[in-house]
């Protein structure tokens, strides 16, 4: 796809998402906050997981994204892959860190300690150091080209990684610490909960396709400066 | 759009489009070389003749266009001369001719030695070298690897004129010989060049 | 073959001529792991319990420290770029010089520790154990980093870097060494943990030495 097709064609798009992304979250969140009653063992703590999960989520999906986009760029040399990776690098940092974020608050009031070591935090951890290391990596990079090709090679040992992490860490965490803690107790989630926690994670995942398809625009608009429709665009409007 | 195999050609380059830092440094430039040719890239500071050098040998992508090498073998030299600085002379080109997979003859190494002016030096590390007489290890190295094509990048830099003289022979033997080379300086040394590619001053 | 043997030559000759350059993690590790040792004082339940854990992650900082020269000297010498060019000496003339900087790193660092472990109160049959996961674990240390090492070479302040990128790579190599060792260490089953190292190792050798050079070729490019 033409930098110029896209950028044209994208605003649409990022139109639409933005506006379904903040609708669904306006409405899965105040449902989640004020229209559900407290529950049974967390009282009202509990409601946090409506910001926890979706941002969880989304961390991992934005991070396997990233290293699809790293398998498209080394394979076919798509510009777009890279800039898709450059875009969705720091929305993951900042994913992440709302999930850890979000994930201490929660865990003083429910386990009575801001931070435990099992398989998912720390999975959540690492990723964000692999989005840091994105980040880091492509801007110690001077020329584009090599950013892209370092940033995609890093993306896809990363994946690989990730399993292996999860393994490791589920494996090593149940001999220290036997499973008397599980973070969410996925049976007692009832429908009354569900159903605004599913709205959250949509409009989620809506609302950061909308972001990192903004950024994705940026992104095209300063590659290209020099080109003819980029001055012109900027030019007109 | 493919680049054609011309007869003898060692390296082909087609249509190299490259630019850094959105600044164009080459535009359709298009060359082949081929055996026996001795080829000059010549112009300033600046006007691309290292990254020029460094996407003839592969080092370099270009950002459209193809190179295609057809020699069985390159060596590059550039201000960074490819010796380790804590071998003797004698063991980096030992290693340069295993790496290039050519035979290792004493006595041709002895002979090079000699020509080079590096006899008395050739078991001394390459830290404890002067500047000129590291360009010339360099040079002997190079030259028993048995590269087909030679891509030497400024290579007179930091020579005497007697080594000049001697670059200026050792190139015009090798092409003789049925090799090729790429030169880029940006003085003009003794060099006797079948063709030039002039970068300008853009 | 012959490259590769001559790559290999070359590469522990120039270790030894930098001498200090070449022992610097090894001090590093008996350094921090004394300095360890002497903080836990004479609690030997402590000891005992840190040891491992100690022991190991120090090995991997050492590890570490090591993995930035592994290509920097051959770019600034300009040698990295001779490989490069020699097409097709580029695989046997890479996979020399990791096997030379796991000789020169992994495999002292394998056999040091137990020593330092010692100074834990480990029992001999679990400093056998600590050498055998590090034996397996070094070389995996090895491979992942060369990529990281590969990534960041030419850009100059790569040190900091390469750790920021590396580090949450070895965190399972980390997790399943110290675990394979605890987990003996308390009679219990330490098989499963040593397979999963030994998986992850036979992974990097597959895949990872082919790829090496061609990164590092991209990493020329800047």
Known sequence: MSPEIFFRGSLMWVYCLYLIGILGLSLGTIWGLFFVPP?????????????????????????????VAGVVYIVWRTKMADVFMAAAAPVGLITTGLALLSGIVWGKPTWGTWWVWDARTISVLI??????????LRQAVSRPE??????????????????????????????????????????????????????????????????????MRTLVLRRHKHTSWVQAWTGSS | MRAEKLPNSLITAHEIYYETSGRELFSGLNATVRSGELVEVYGPNGSGKTTLLRILAGLHRPDSGQVIRHANST?????????????????????????????????????????????????????????????????????????????????????????????????????????????ATHTSIALTANRRIDLGST | MKVFLATLRRDLLVAIRTGSETLNPLVFLVLVGVIFALVLG??????????????????????????????????????????????????????????????????????LAPLIGLGFGLSFETLGI????????????????????????????????????VLPLFVPVLLLGIGTCQQFQFNAEYI??????????????????????????FSQDQ
């Open chain 1, 39 to 67: 529950e049974k063992f967390q009282g009202d703590s509990f409601r946090i997981m409506f910001i926890h999960v979706p941002a969880a989520h989304l961390s991992q999906i934005i991070y396997i994204g990233i290293a």
């Open chain 1, 127 to 136: 990723l964000f150091f692999l989005f840091f290391g994105q980040i880091a």
């Open chain 1, 146 to 215: 090599r950013a892209a090709f370092a940033v995609s090679v890093l993306a896809i040992v990363g994946a690989i990684n990730i399993p292996i992490i999860k393994y490791s860490v589920e494996w090593f965490t149940t001999l220290h610490q036997p499973a008397s803690i599980t973070l969410t107790r996925e049976s007692a989630i009832s429908m009354v909960f569900l159903i605004p926690l599913l709205i959250n994670i949509a409009s989620f995942y809506i609302y950061i396709a909308g972001v990192v398809l903004a950024g």
């Open chain 2, 75 to 183: 060596g590059f030299l550039s201000h960074r001369v490819g010796l380790a600085r804590l071998l003797t002379v004698r063991e980096n080109i030992r290693w340069s001719i295993a790496l290039s997979r050519a035979h290792f003859a004493e006595a041709r190494v002895l002979s090079v030695l000699k020509q080079f002016e590096l006899t008395s030096c050739a078991q001394s590390l390459v830290r404890d070298l002067s500047a000129g007489q590291v360009k010339r290890s360099a040079l002997a190295a190079l030259v028993l690897s048995d590269h087909q094509l030679w891509l030497l990048d400024e290579p007179s830099g930091s020579l005497d004129a007697e080594g000049e003289e001697l670059l200026c022979q050792t190139v015009s033997s090798h092409c003789q010989a049925g090799g090729a080379a790429i030169v």
């Open chain 3, 42 to 111: 004479n609690d030997h339940a402590a000891r005992e319990l840190t040891g491992i854990p100690v022991v190991w992650t120090t090995a991997l900082f050492a590890n570490m420290l090591a993995l930035e020269g592994l290509f920097r000297r051959e770019q600034d010498e300009g040698t990295l770029a001779t490989i490069l060019v020699a097409n097709e000496s580029a695989l046997p003339a890479t996979v020399a010089k990791l096997i030379a900087h796991w000789l020169l790193t992994g495999l002292p660092i394998s056999v």
């Open chain 3, 130 to 165: 600590l050498s055998g996961t590090l034996l397996i674990g070094t070389p995996i240390l090895t491979l992942v980093g060369a990529i990281g090492a590969a990534l960041v070479v030419g850009l100059g302040r790569g040190g900091v870097l390469l750790t920021l990128l």
């Open chain 3, 192 to 217: 499963p943990p040593l397979l999963g190292l030994l998986a992850i190792l036979s992974g990097a050798i597959t895949a990872i030495p082919i790829s090496i050079a061609p990164i590092l070729r």
